[in-house]
């Protein structure tokens, strides 16, 4: 059973950086492709990130490019984005999501999604 359990989320400045983590608690990361999507309120949910569980494949949001950037340690079982130069459109509940296609970015083809981070950018 796959419990997925993201942390970190937080209130930064902007130009500020912050880690999201996700764990999961169920099993090995035996997902072949994992993500980070956001929703900000009043907004649809979008893909900020892709990557494969051998992290030789990575995918980007366009606007989030050069900015963050998402790893694993598939020995710890955790996923990571690091968020730099944060920017107050940043503002969002950040989810973690396994088991989706290779390189999708289309939140409804993920099963297994964890509960949310909050991560709030100031101005």
């Not at 059973?1 to 099993?27: A, H, K, M, N, P």
């Not at 366009?62 to 940043?90: H, W």
């Not at 999501?97 to 099963?111: E, T, V």
Request: aromatic residues 8%; contains cysteine; hydrophobic residues 30%.
């Amino acid at each position: 059973q796959v419990q997925l359990v993201e942390s970190g989320g937080g209130l930064v400045q902007t130009g500020g950086c912050l880690r999201i983590s996700c764990s999961d608690s169920g099993r090995t990361f035996s997902s072949d492709n994992l993500g980070w999507f956001r929703q900000a309120p009043g907004k649809e949910r979008d893909v900020v990130a892709l990557i494969s569980r051998s992290g030789e494949m990575t995918h980007y949001a366009d606007s989030v490019k050069g900015r963050f950037t998402i790893s694993i340690d598939s020995a710890k079982k955790v996923l990571y984005l690091q968020m730099n130069c944060l920017r107050p459109e940043d503002t969002a509940v950040y989810h973690c999501a396994a088991d989706g296609p290779r390189a999708s970015g289309q939140d409804s083809r993920y099963p297994n999604w964890g509960q949310g981070t909050q991560v709030t950018v100031s101005s």
